[in-house]
């Protein structure tokens, strides 16, 4: 054969293994759309979560549009009295929807796209981290079990927990390069595991925390012992890396979450990690855990085709397949009320709210051996296997019959101009319990003024939501109010001197200003510590992107 014969082979074989793999992504991409087609046709699925998550993400926008690309201050919350949320809910989901919301110019359509690239992502994440796992066919269909998994499509359709929806998109890409460190240990792995660590920080608080653990338990089962140590030293660069590059969030969060009231003030009961175990009651009374109940076994009947696996001692005691099983093992009780006291002992898993949340690392698990085992079904074609089979085929239907016509059908859909007017009816509207200093009330004293004294006359120069300007004619030194919420980085200024500040009994910001009259500056200052972690962050990015680089080794001549 000659060369030129040899090299069309060659080509041709690239040419259809490459035409392979893109038909792979195509697959996953379509499957991860199709479940958004209700999305598309009957508009965006409303619950309570989305109007908070609105809540932000329109002052958000507002912010970026104004040159501030990371506010501090949400300063229309509880009607003018603002609240800190910005300082403490991850900024990614926001910048995203704002990003959209530019290109796109209006907030609906920015959101359906917005959607539409989360679910894609999610598909390609799940396919990325099975295809170290199972086959690359194989692995499309572990795509599609993710994109039917009860509690993932619940996160969008019922419960709009658009933030930790978001997150589950990004977290099998963090597995998937786990698997990748472990095998080979590459520099742009070790880059790809802090890009999406970094990513998972400033997308979901609770889920950093799970799914972190859950990285820890992963890791530990699939390093092979002779090279446990380099290893370990590689996953520690990544995941160092990836908070390096977000401590410009997690370093404010973390030294101020005591001035908020984090379900201290106008305690809720139902956001309690300790009324959310699953199965530990069967009551609708508790309308959380019984829900979850059902999704619970609605995703045990989509995942039926694990039986399969029961047995097979090849395919699940490989590494990579042992580490998944432990995982969805160890997911599935972490969501049991037998976990308790390991709840008990962590006290940033109780900041969780939800031991249900464990759910969407179940999805992830259980979507890869399902998966697996849905090849053995068609080889059960006699006998008891027979049955098995018919079973198996039978609990699946269930399970997808179920999801589509309760999680999707029944939840409550706004087409374009019902999503406008609800959206724009969440401006002002008061904080969740969370995000109230513990100085505040719930209910503080309505003000018609921005800023009130007894007597003497206040006039506004300008009233920015991080920056005001206003005069105080003189009169009796005394303390006027402010309509904001008292923090400790509101700074009052007249005539370059620093003005006392505390807070009403109520929560409202007080200034003590002289006697005569007085212009007053009032600025929310950011300190060092926000400075200072602000380059961390820089850095930490430009270390990734370093490690990312390919490296060129010199050709021996």
Not at 123 to 137: A, D, N, Q, R
Not at 175 to 200: Q, S
Not at 447 to 468: L, Q
Request: charged content about 15%; hydrophobic content about 50%; glycine content about 6%.
């Amino acid at each position: 054969m000659s060369s030129r014969a040899i090299q069309n082979r060659e080509t041709g074989v690239f040419a259809f293994t490459a035409s392979t793999k893109a038909s792979r992504l195509f697959l996953v991409i379509g499957i991860s759309l199709a479940v958004m087609v209700p999305v598309f046709i009957f508009g965006v699925p409303a619950n309570r979560d989305l109007s908070n998550h609105f809540r932000f993400a329109l002052p958000f926008y507002d912010a970026i549009t104004n040159g501030n690309f990371y506010p501090s201050w949400l300063a229309e919350s509880n009607s003018g009295y603002g609240d800190p949320s910005f300082r403490f809910y991850p900024p990614a989901l926001y910048y995203l929807l704002s990003v959209s919301r530019l290109l796109l110019g209006n907030w609906y359509a920015a959101t359906l796209v917005t959607f539409a690239a989360i679910s894609v992502i999610g598909g390609l994440g799940i396919y990325f981290w099975s295809k170290s796992v199972l086959p690359s066919t194989t692995a499309v269909l572990v795509s599609f079990f993710f994109a039917l998994a009860p509690y993932h499509l619940n996160q969008l359709y019922q419960a709009t927990l658009l933030a930790e929806w978001a997150g589950t998109s990004l977290l099998p890409f963090a597995f998937g390069f786990i698997e990748r460190i472990c095998d080979k240990g590459r520099r742009r792995d070790i880059a790809g595991l802090a890009f999406v660590y970094a990513l998972l920080v400033l997308t979901h608080l609770p889920l950093t925390v799970i799914g972190s653990l859950a990285l820890f338990v992963y890791a530990l089962a699939r390093i092979q012992r002779p090279h446990r140590l380099k290893t370990l030293v590689k996953l520690g660069i990544g995941i160092g890396l990836g908070l390096m590059a977000s401590a410009t969030y997690w370093v404010t969060m973390l030294s101020e979450m005591h001035w908020i009231g984090i379900n201290k003030v106008d305690y809720d009961a139902s956001v309690d990690y300790r009324n959310n175990f699953v199965l530990s009651t069967f009551s609708p009374d508790n309308l959380n855990v019984w829900w979850m109940n059902i999704i619970l076994l609605m995703t045990v009947l989509l995942f039926a085709p694990i039986v399969f696996l029961i047995g097979r001692r090849k395919l699940v005691g490989q590494g990579t397949s042992r580490a998944v099983l432990i995982l969805s093992a160890f997911a599935l009780f972490m969501t049991l009320p037998l976990s308790r006291p390991l709840w008990y002992t962590v006290s940033s898993l109780q900041q969780t709210q939800f031991p249900w949340r464990w759910f969407a690392l179940l999805s992830m698990g259980g979507s890869i051996l399902a998966a697996a085992g849905l090849p053995l079904l068609a080889e059960a074609d006699q006998g008891f296997g027979k049955v098995k089979r018919m079973l198996v085929v039978g609990a699946m239907a269930i399970a997808i019959t179920f999801t589509f016509s309760h999680v999707v059908r029944e939840a409550q859909f706004l087409n374009k101009a019902q999503f406008e007017t609800t959206i724009s009816e969440v401006r002002g509207t008061q904080s969740i319990n969370y995000w109230f200093p513990i100085w505040a009330n719930n209910n503080p004293q309505p003000m018609t003024e921005k800023v009130a004294a007894s007597d003497r006359t206040v006039s506004i120069t300008s009233w920015e939501p991080e920056h005001r300007t206003f005069s105080v004619n003189s009169g009796k030194a005394e303390d006027v109010r402010v309509k904001t919420f008292y923090y400790p980085l509101w700074t009052a200024t007249s005539a370059g001197h620093q003005l006392a500040t505390r807070p009403d009994k109520d929560g409202a910001l007080l200034i003590s200003v002289p006697a005569e009259t007085a212009t007053v500056k009032l600025d929310f200052v950011e300190p060092l510590k926000s400075r200072v972690s602000s380059y961390a962050s820089l850095a930490g990015w430009l270390f990734i992107g370093g490690l990312a680089l390919p490296t060129f080794r010199r050709r021996r001549i």
